[in-house]
C-alpha cells in the first residue's frame, strides 16, 4: 500500500522503515530540509541499532521516501500516520499542538478516501477531535477515517519490537478502516487486537503507567532492603518467578526516564483530573522516581561528608543504552546536584555525547573515552548500564582514580565480584562492598 508518515522521530522514522521493509511504498514527511536531505542519503536522524541498514535499503529498492512537502506525500495515500511529538507542557498535559497542525494539513490536500492513522501518544478523545476538525476543513466533499494505533516501541530495540512485538492494538469505529490497518500490519505476523478508539487510546497510556510503577515500586523495595539487611536482586528474581508478577522491569536502579514514562504518566495524572479523578497512586510513582534520580548523589554525600572539590567520573548520560536520547535522563539531575554542590563533573557516554551538550550544564567536561573520564576522579557514578561499563575491568578502573570508590545505579557488578577487586562499591538495594 502507498502510506504517508508525518514525523521522523523514533516512532515515525521507525515505523515508515519498518513499514516499507514489511513492502509498502513509504513517504516520510518531516518539516526541516536539512533532516530530509540526510534521511534520504540513509543517513539516520536518531541512533537506533539496525535502522539505518533497512533505511539504506528500502531506500535502494524503491519503497521508501522522504520529503518536506505535505502534498507530494499525502498525493494517492491510503493511509496517513501521524507521528509527529506531544512533549510535555509545565503542567503535565500533552501538548497538541503539531498534531493539530498535522491534521488541518490533511484537510487541505487529500481528494480521495484515506485512513489516518494517529501513531503519537495522545490524551483520550484525541483522536475524535482530529476526526472534527479534518472534517471541518476538507476542501470538497471527500471522505475518510480515522484510527488510533499506539506504539509499544522501545528505544534501543525499536526495529526489533516492530517486527516482534506482543500485539498491534487497532482502535477505530469503522470497519472499513480497521479492515485496512490490518492489511497494512499482516505482515509483521502479530497478534492484532481491535476495540473503540477512545480505549486504544487508554491502553498506550496504563501500559507506560504500569511499567513505570513496577519500577517505582521495586525501587522502594530496594531502599527497605539497603536498611534491612537483605538483597533486591534475591528479591526481585523470587518476586519474577510468580508468574502473576513476571520478572520484567523489577530491576532496582535510579528511576526510569526518556521519552514515554515521564510525559505518560504525568500526562495520565492530568488526564484523570480532567475528570476529577485523583490518581494517588501514580502521583506517588512518579514521586518516587524523581526521589530515585537524587539516590547516588545522597550515597556520595554521606560516604564523603562533602562533595565540594571532588571529582567525580559521570558514566552513561543517555537514559537507557542503546539510545542517544537524553530526555528526562538521570544524568541531567545527577550533574546539576553535583555541580551545585561544588563537585566536578567529567561524564562519558559511548553514544549520547553529541546530544548530551544541548543538554548538560557548560560544566560538565564530556570526556571522549572511558579511560579519559576515570583518571583522577576520586568517585565513579554508574548512570547508564552500557556494556562497556558493564564489563569494565575493576584492577584498571582502581588505579585510574584517586579512591576507588564506585556508586553504581545499575548495578553492574556482583557484589563478590567486587569485593575481589579490591573496590569500595555502593549499588542499588544490596549491601556497600569495602576493601581489605
Given at each position: ?41 540513509g543517513i539516520s536522524p536518531i541512533y537506533e ?99 488510533s494505533n499506539p506504539e509499544f516501541l522501545r ?282
Open positions: 500500500m502507498r502510506i504517508a508518515i508525518v514525523g521522523t522521530g523514533y516512532v515515525g522514522l521507525v515505523t515508515g522503515v519498518c513499514l516499507s521493509e514489511a513492502g509498502h511504498e513509504v513517504t516520510c514527511i518531516d518539516v526541516d530540509p536539512s533532516k530530509v536531505e540526510k534521511m534520504k542519503a541499532p539496525g535502522l539505518e541498514e533497512l533505511m539504506k535499503k528500502n531506500i535502494e529498492e524503491g519503497r521508501l521516501f522522504f520529503t518536506t512537502a505535505h502534498e507530494e506525500g499525502f498525493l494517492n495515500a491510503e493511509a496517513i500516520y501521524i507521528a509527529v511529538g506531544t512533549p510535555p507542557r509545565a503542567d503535565g498535559t500533552a501538548n497538541l499542538t503539531y498534531v493539530e497542525e498535522v491534521a488541518r494539513s490533511i484537510a487541505q490536500h487529500i481528494r480521495s478516501y484515506v485512513v489516518v492513522v494517529t501513531k503519537s501518544t495522545v490524551p483520550v478523545g484525541t483522536n475524535r477531535r482530529i476526526k472534527e476538525m479534518i472534517a471541518q476543513g476538507l476542501k470538497g466533499r471527500v471522505s475518510f477515517d480515522v484510527v528505544e534501543g530495540t525499536a526495529v526489533h519490537d516492530a517486527f516482534k512485538g506482543d500485539r498491534i492494538v487497532i482502535g477505530s469505529d469503522s470497519k472499513r478502516a480497521a479492515a485496512l490497518i490490518e492489511e497494512i500490519n499482516a505482515p509483521f505476523g502479530i497478534p492484532i487486537y481491535h476495540t473503540d478508539i477512545s480505549s486504544a487510546e487508554m491502553i498506550k497510556y496504563a501500559s507506560n503507567a504500569f511499567l513505570a510503577t513496577k519500577i517505582s515500586f521495586i525501587n522502594e523495595i530496594s531502599a527497605l532492603c539497603e536498611k534491612l539487611g537483605a538483597n533486591v536482586e534475591d528479591v526481585a528474581q523470587g518476586m519474577g518467578m510468580d508468574q502473576r508478577i513476571g520478572g520484567q522491569f523489577l530491576r532496582a536502579g535510579i528511576g526510569y526516564g526518556g521519552s514515554c514514562f515521564p510525559k505518560d504518566t504525568k500526562a495520565l495524572v492530568q488526564i484523570a483530573g480532567n475528570v476529577e479523578h485523583e490518581f494517588d497512586l501514580l502521583k506517588s510513582v512518579i514521586q518516587v522516581n524523581n526521589k530515585q534520580q537524587r539516590l547516588l548523589v545522597d550515597k556520595a554525600r554521606s560516604r564523603f561528608g562533602a562533595l565540594e572539590g571532588k571529582t567525580v567520573a559521570l558514566l552513561g548520560l543517555a537514559f537507557k543504552p542503546h539510545t542517544d536520547d537524553m530526555r528526562e535522563s538521570a544524568s541531567i539531575v545527577i550533574s546539576e546536584q553535583l555541580l551545585a554542590e561544588g563537585a566536578m563533573v567529567k561524564a562519558y557516554d559511548p553514544i549520547a555525547g553529541a546530544s548530551a551538550k544541548q543538554l548538560l550544564p557548560g560544566a560538565v567536561e564530556l570526556a571522549t573515552s572511558l579511560e579519559e573520564a576515570l583518571n583522577g576522579a576520586d568517585c565513579v557514578f554508574i548512570v547508564t548500564d552500557w556494556p562497556e561499563f558493564k564489563q569494565m575491568e575493576l584492577d584498571r578502573v582502581r588505579t585510574l582514580l584517586k579512591q576507588p570508590v564506585i556508586f553504581d545505579g545499575r548495578n553492574c557488578f556482583s557484589l563478590d565480584h567486587a569485593a575481589q577487586h579490591g573496590v569500595e562499591y555502593h549499588s542499588i538495594g544490596r549491601a556497600s562492598v569495602y576493601p581489605g
